[in-house]
C-alpha cells in the first residue's frame, strides 16, 4: 500500500479545524515517535524509515510499528508502508536495539486526527503541532496503489482545496530533519 499523502502548512488552523469538525469528530491524541537506522545511516541513505510511534488518546494507549520504502512520488514525498500495532513496545525497542538499530531521533507530535470519506476514497486528515516547531501543520492522506496514485494525489488535492489550503501551503519538510535543524540551531 501507497501512503498517497500531503502535507501543508496551515496559516488559518481555526477555518480547517472548523471544516474538519464539519466533516466528523475529530480525535485528539498525542504521538511519541521514535525512528531507528543503522549505525551507519544505510535506512537514510535508502530514503527508508523505521519508526516505533506510541499514540496516547482518549481511547488509551497503543503502539505500531512502521517501515516506509522509499518515495515513489518525487512532488509529494508519497512512500508505501508498512504498519502494525504491536502489543509491547518497550520489547519492540528492545528488539531493534538487539537487531543493530539504534534511535535517531525522537520526538512529539501533538494531533487532531479525521477520518472521513471524500470523492469515493478513504481519508485520513491529521492537524499537526510538534511543540518544538513553529506553526501548525495539515496532513491528508489516502491509500492508493502504485497505478492509482496519480488519481489519489488529485482527490487529496480536491479535499485540501475544499478545507482552505491551496498549492502555495504545500510543504515536503520532513517532521524529523525540521527537528533536528532546530536542535542543532
Known amino acids: 500500500m501507497i501512503e498517497a499523502e500531503l502535507k501543508a502548512r496551515v496559516h488559518a488552523p481555526e477555518v480547517v479545524?472548523?471544516?474538519?469538525?464539519?466533516?466528523?469528530?475529530?480525535?485528539a491524541e498525542v504521538y511519541q515517535d521514535?525512528?531507528?537506522?543503522?549505525?551507519?545511516?544505510?535506512l537514510d541513505a535508502?530514503?527508508?524509515e523505521l519508526r516505533v510511534r506510541t499514540v496516547h488518546g482518549v481511547d488509551g494507549t497503543r503502539s505500531v510499528l512502521t517501515y516506509k520504502g522509499a518515495e515513489v512520488d518525487e512532488?509529494?514525498?508519497?512512500?508505501?508502508?508498512?504498519?502494525?500495532?504491536?502489543?509491547?513496545?518497550?520489547?519492540?525497542?528492545?528488539?531493534?536495539?538487539?537487531?543493530?538499530?539504534v534511535p535517531v531521533i525522537r520526538f512529539e507530535k501533538q494531533c487532531r486526527n479525521y477520518a472521513f470519506e471524500a470523492r469515493g476514497r478513504q481519508m485520513l486528515a491529521t492537524l499537526v503541532r510538534v511543540p518544538?516547531?513553529?506553526?501548525?501543520?495539515?496532513?491528508?492522506?489516502t491509500p492508493a496503489t502504485e497505478s492509482d496514485l496519480t488519481a489519489a494525489l488529485g482527490e487529496v488535492r480536491a479535499v485540501l482545496a475544499e478545507?482552505?489550503?491551496?498549492?502555495?501551503?504545500?510543504?515536503?519538510?520532513?517532521?524529523?530533519?525540521?527537528?533536528?535543524?532546530?536542535?542543532?540551531?
Open 17 to 27: 479545524l472548523r471544516r474538519l469538525d464539519e466533516r466528523g469528530a475529530g480525535r
Open 46 to 48: 535508502k530514503d527508508q
Open 132 to 141: 518544538e516547531l513553529d506553526g501548525t501543520f495539515l496532513e491528508l492522506e
Open 34 to 42: 521514535t525512528y531507528y537506522d543503522t549505525p551507519d545511516g544505510m
Open 75 to 101: 512532488a509529494s514525498g508519497s512512500k508505501p508502508e508498512h504498519e502494525t500495532r504491536v502489543e509491547d513496545a518497550a520489547e519492540v525497542h528492545a528488539i531493534l536495539h538487539g537487531l543493530g538499530y
Open 163 to 185: 478545507l482552505g489550503i491551496g498549492a502555495e501551503s504545500l510543504t515536503r519538510e520532513l517532521y524529523t530533519d525540521a527537528v533536528r535543524a532546530r536542535r542543532a540551531g
